[in-house]
Structures are given as structure tokens and as C-alpha cells.
């Protein structure tokens, strides 16, 4: 298992793929507060009116623990880079057709889905870490940054941004590793990044609120919608419950689904 996690690491380091889209996802996390606070500097300007509160604590310094439990940037969409990334590198061994040798040297197929599976953790971790530094160093030259007293708990929601795109991942894995379907997985990816299913939600809440009388939002206990929550920040317990729950039940089935289908 070892030597897959290890062949696994080096494959996704070597991917050229991975490493434009971490320099993509820095890019935009960098120039998104320049611009932002070149827009209303100039919008300011241009009118001559005072800016308010609000206006203030937009173009002002902005406190380092918001940047830290939020690691998707400003442009809160870079959601979708990391998932397609995903989607795309666990779909890869099959895609390139060199599974076909691996399957028969290890004892179970499922070694080589759970093997993806434990690399996306570091998948992860250097995108979000890219964009967060980007964001950083963008607020840095631009609005400024204060280190706040919240920074402490900021790290914790950090962990909790990451368990809920590893639960997402678990879904990709199910349908690109596990069922080898490459189109399938990507469109989940970009469906999950963008919130779309936020869509779907508000009438489900309506539906078991009016018909069944329970007073439950589906959207909180939903991982796409727990990990692009901002305000509010998502329910730490909620999101560690569906976090887990998830990836035990997407892992497992994918290790099901993948020693049952037959190598192509």
C-alpha cells in the first residue's frame, strides 16, 4: 500500500496540470484584493463621496483569521479548480491505461482507489495553501492585514474547510476511480464548486417544513454547502458529522464498486 501512496505522490507532483492551476488559483487569490481596492479607490475618488463604515472595512486592513477560515480567496469559485483538479487526477491511472498493469499485482483493486484517495489529502492541503497564500500576500501589498484574535479558532475552520472537500472528493472518487467515468465526475465537480445544488436546497427545506413539519435545513448538512458557507461560517459539528459520514460511505463504496468492475 505504501509503495501505491508513494508512486501516487510522485505522479501527482510530476502532473504539469496540477502545477498551472496552483499557479492559476495564486494569480487570481493575489490580484483579486488589488483590484478591489484599486476599484474603490477610484470609484471614491471619482465621485467625491466619503467612504462609510462599510466601505471602510472593505478597502481598509483585513483581519488574517477571515483569510485563514475561508482558503478559497476571494474569488470564492477557486472551489471548482480543486475539485476538478480531483476529479481529473483520480480518474488519471485509468485514463492512461497503465491500471491495467497495476491491477494485477496487488491483491485487491480497491488498494489503488483508497491509495488516490489518501494523495488527495495532499492535493488539497497545496491548493488551499496557494490560494490562502495569495489571498495573504495580495491584502498584504494592497488593503493591509492584522493579525486578530480570532486566528486560533480560523485554523480550526481551516481543518473543517478541508474535511468537507476531502467529503466531496469521496463523491468524485465513487464515480471516476470507482465507476471510471471521467465526464461524470468533472460535472459533479464543477456542479459542487459552483453551489449550484444551493438551488435545490431552498425548496427541500420549504418541502419538509410545510408537508412533513420538521424544521430541519437540508443545506446544513450538506458538504457543498457547509464548505462555501461564509457568512455564517458552517456548524463545526455538522460539518465534522457530514465530513465523516461521507467519506466512510463514498470510500467504502468506491473500494466496493472498484474490485467488482472489470479492468479496461
Avoid at 486592513?61 to 478559497?72: R, Y
Avoid at 480550526?156 to 464515480?175: C, D, H, K, P, W
Wanted: glycine letters at 8%.
Amino acid at each position: 500500500m505504501m509503495n501505491l501512496i508513494r508512486m501516487d505522490v510522485f505522479r501527482l507532483m510530476k502532473t504539469k496540470t496540477f502545477w498551472i492551476l496552483n499557479i492559476i488559483n495564486f494569480s487570481l487569490t493575489f490580484i483579486a484584493p488589488i483590484m478591489i481596492k484599486v476599484i474603490f479607490d477610484r470609484l471614491l475618488s471619482d465621485t467625491g463621496v466619503p467612504a462609510d463604515e462599510a466601505t471602510n472595512e472593505l478597502i481598509g486592513a483585513q483581519p488574517l483569521s477571515t483569510m485563514i477560515g475561508f482558503p478559497f480567496g476571494t474569488v470564492g469559485l477557486l472551489m471548482i479548480v480543486m475539485l476538478v483538479s480531483a476529479a481529473v487526477f483520480l480518474h488519471g491511472d485509468i485514463g492512461h491505461g497503465y491500471i491495467k498493469n497495476l491491477a494485477g499485482q496487488i491483491p485487491k483493486k480497491s488498494h489503488l482507489t483508497f491509495s488516490k484517495f489518501i494523495v488527495m489529502a495532499f492535493h488539497h492541503l497545496i491548493m488551499m495553501a496557494v490560494c490562502l497564500s495569495g489571498t495573504v500576500l495580495g491584502n498584504l501589498v494592497s488593503r493591509g492585514i492584522y493579525i486578530d484574535a480570532k486566528v486560533g479558532e480560523s485554523l480550526g475552520m481551516f481543518m473543517i474547510r478541508f474535511l468537507l472537500l476531502y467529503a466531496l472528493t469521496s463523491v468524485l472518487l465513487l464515480f471516476s476511480s470507482g465507476l471510471g467515468n471521467k465526464t461524470l465526475s468533472i460535472v459533479m465537480a464543477v456542479i459542487f464548486g459552483t453551489g449550484a445544488l444551493n438551488l435545490l436546497y431552498a425548496p427541500l427545506d420549504l418541502l419538509f417544513n410545510q408537508v412533513f413539519h420538521w424544521e430541519i435545513r437540508v443545506e446544513d448538512w450538506m458538504p457543498d454547502a457547509l464548505a462555501g458557507s461564509i457568512a455564517p461560517a458552517p456548524p463545526i459539528l455538522n460539518s465534522l458529522l457530514v465530513g465523516l459520514i461521507f467519506v466512510a460511505v463514498f470510500v467504502t463504496l468506491s473500494g466496493y464498486v472498484s474490485n467488482h468492475r472489470d479492468v479496461k
